[in-house]
């Protein structure tokens, strides 16, 4: 069965930088297009990057600042996130794109706060 674990976050200064990871088991390839998802507490639950076989897009409030890739021998995607801002603060999680709703994991807190 699909599983998807989120690590890598933390709390972290405005300004600074951090990486995501998600690792994937159970079968998932790169046949799929895989996406980061946040959610702010009281806020939905939004697209961030999103990685679709060699092309990339991303939410406009991260652009220039967040980079998605994906590792397919290691069955891992990544969120490269800098010069990171207080409204970046969720549960980071990741998804193929359009999610499965039985994939979600349980995400990794990203904090940015002076």
């Known amino acids: 069965q699909v599983q998807f674990v989120e690590s890598g976050g933390g709390l972290v200064q405005p300004g600074g930088s951090l990486r995501l990871s998600c690792a994937a088991s159970g079968g998932i390839s790169g046949f799929y297009s895989m996406a980061w998802y946040r959610q702010a507490p009281g806020n939905q639950r939004e697209l961030v990057a999103l990685?679709?076989?060699?092309?990339?897009d991303y939410v406009d409030s991260v652009k220039g600042r967040f980079t998605i890739s994906r590792d397919n021998a290691k069955n891992t995607v990544y969120l490269q996130m800098h010069n990171l801002k207080p409204d970046d603060t969720a549960v980071y999680y990741c998804n193929t794109h359009p999610v499965e709703r039985r994939y979600w994991g349980q995400g990794t807190q990203v904090t940015v706060s002076s």
């Open positions: 990685i679709s076989g060699g092309a990339v």
